[in-house]
């Protein structure tokens, strides 16, 4: 029988009060506190990196985060009675960041800030997130595909006339990002990184930073975690609530000012986070996420979301070519 991992609180001398389903796992109530447990998808090696950053973090006594947990044993995965294997996590209360809430986005900011500040390790290669400059010229490559696509096919779709008629300036933006990146500071930021060991969270979002009224912040969901220059962090999170600000310089200045007065950025960094949001990163996402699917049915959220991208453009374009930076 599936029993979402349950059993395996056993292994870690621990029993449930009380349980309850939420995005992908499990919560449990137990005498040591809540504990969340989830299905095991990634190496053991990569998995116990994750154990030694994020003991680093809590160490730091700058940021909680989801600690993963041994168990009696000393591993850091179990086997369930039902057959799945599972980690098992520290859990805290709190809400997720609301983006329409300028105080919570200066929380979370100033939180990943300190995040950065004690994400630090000895550099594995195997754990290095691919150049941003060689990222961007593949999606180049693959949006360049897409289109040729779209031209040969005849009959097309609501979705597919906006994605080809929008595909040649989202091109020539992107492909003037990954020039420009290529021409900067970003590789001598980079080989900077590896010297400090910078880790980045690999996917700070709204989603994955805990709030706790009085009480601190929390990091969560670190299964994305590489090394890699930090700002980037910093750009996947301004991205994403930008898109949903329309690009208002004012929200960017609550996250930037939040961040930087508890890690300064220098000017390379400043640079390489402009490049970043250059980038049309929503585009090429919508692009390729259709060209992997079935094509014989579109979903009308993705049109609504191809239609508010194009919308949004111009201030877009406005915000990375502007004087903010």
Not at 74 to 81: K, N, Q, S, V, W
Request: hydrophobic share 35%; proline share 2%; glycine share 8%.
């Amino acid at each position: 029988m599936y029993d979402y991992g349950l059993s395996v609180l056993s292994h870690y001398g621990l029993t449930a009060s009380g349980t309850m389903r939420v995005r992908g796992a499990l919560l449990c109530h137990t005498e040591q506190g809540d504990k969340l447990i989830s299905e095991f998808g990634t190496a053991a090696e990569k998995l116990e990196q994750r154990y030694l950053l994020q003991c680093r973090i809590t160490e730091s006594g700058l940021l909680r985060c989801d600690q993963i947990l041994r168990n009696e044993e000393g591993a850091l995965a179990t086997r369930g009675d039902d057959g799945g294997t599972y980690i098992v996590r520290n859990w805290y209360p709190g809400r997720e960041c609301e983006t329409g809430n300028s105080e919570d986005l200066i929380r979370a900011s100033d939180a990943l800030a300190r995040l950065h500040t004690a994400a630090h390790l000895p550099v594995k290669m195997e754990y290095r997130r691919e150049s941003l400059v060689e990222e961007c010229i593949r999606h180049n490559v693959e949006i360049r595909k897409i289109r040729k696509y779209l031209q040969t096919k005849k009959k097309k779709n609501e979705f597919e006339k906006l994605l080809l008629a929008s595909a040649g300036p989202y091109l020539e933006q992107g492909e003037r990002a990954a020039a420009e990146m290529k021409a900067s500071s970003y590789e001598k930021l980079r080989q900077r990184a590896d010297e400090e060991g910078a880790v980045c969270h690999g996917e700070f979002s709204q989603h994955n930073i805990l709030l706790e009224n009085g009480r601190g912040e929390t990091a969560v969901n670190f299964d994305k975690w590489n090394f890699d220059l930090q700002v980037a962090d910093l750009g996947y999170f301004m991205r994403i609530i930008l898109e949903k600000h329309g690009w208002s310089e004012r929200a960017a200045e609550r996250i930037l000012n939040a961040y930087s007065a508890r890690r300064p950025l220098d000017e390379g960094e400043i640079e390489t986070l402009r490049l970043y949001l250059s980038y049309p990163w929503k585009y090429w996402k919508l692009a390729n996420r259709y060209y992997g699917s079935r094509k014989s049915w579109i979903s009308g959220r993705n049109t609504e979301k191809l239609k508010t991208l194009n919308a949004q453009q111009a201030d877009w374009l406005r915000f990375v070519k502007g004087s903010f930076f």
